[in-house]
């Protein structure tokens, strides 16, 4: 379903839940200010809010519905623009970011698909090589709105 007219964070903040909006608003404002391009679309799941820069079309982060619960879906590519300021990333986030595939370039440069560029960060000294697909997904909660400290 196409709409002419062009969906704003206005259209977006009544149907996030009252507690989170101050969150959404801020990242939104602090996302925008770093340089990155807001979009808001509908989805199967609902209307989810965008951002991502001009260079690069991957979605970098993402507020979303899954179930009907606002989550944030996270690149590893944000993690790499954001490298150097994610020791006070919330431990749910650090706990996904383990869990997700690392890049198999590591072990053996032929080992990956010769698309994915290796995403590289460090949180608390450790060094993370992610591949370039998918995203992390976390629920908006009240640990997982600390998020917001490192964008600013
Ligand atoms: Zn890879």
């Given at each position: 379903?196409?709409?002419?007219?062009?969906?704003?964070?206005?259209?977006?903040?009544?149907?996030?839940?009252?507690?989170?909006?101050?969150?959404?608003?801020?990242?939104?404002?602090?996302?925008?200010?770093?340089?990155?391009?807001?979009?808001?679309?509908?989805?199967?799941?609902?209307?989810?809010?965008?951002?991502?820069?001009?260079?690069?079309?991957?979605?970098?982060?993402?507020?979303w519905?899954?179930?009907?619960?606002?989550?944030?879906?996270?690149?590893?590519?944000?993690?790499?623009?954001?490298?150097?300021?994610?020791?006070?990333?919330?431990?749910?986030?650090?706990?996904?970011?383990?869990?997700?595939?690392?890049?198999?370039h590591?072990?053996?440069?032929?080992?990956?698909?010769?698309?994915c560029?290796?995403?590289?960060?460090?949180?608390?000294?450790?060094?993370?090589h992610?591949?370039?697909?998918?995203?992390?997904?976390v629920?908006?909660?009240?640990?997982?709105?600390?998020?917001?400290?490192?964008?600013?």
């Amino acid at each position: 379903m196409k709409t002419s007219q062009k969906l704003t964070l206005a259209d977006f903040l009544p149907v996030v839940p009252e507690e989170y909006r101050d969150f959404v608003t801020k990242t939104s404002e602090a996302m925008i200010k770093c340089g990155y391009k807001q979009k808001i679309e509908k989805k199967a799941s609902g209307l989810a809010a965008t951002y991502n820069t001009p260079e690069c079309k991957r979605v970098h982060l993402q507020f979303w519905f899954n179930k009907n619960i606002l989550s944030i879906n996270l690149h590893p590519i944000f993690f790499t623009k954001h490298n150097g300021f994610l020791d006070d990333l919330p431990v749910c986030i650090v706990t996904k970011i383990d869990e997700f595939r690392d890049c198999r370039h590591v072990a053996d440069p032929n080992a990956c698909n010769p698309k994915c560029y290796e995403c590289k960060f460090s949180i608390n000294g450790i060094q993370y090589h992610k591949c370039n697909y998918n995203c992390i997904s976390v629920e908006v909660n009240g640990e997982s709105v600390g998020l917001l400290s490192v964008i600013q």
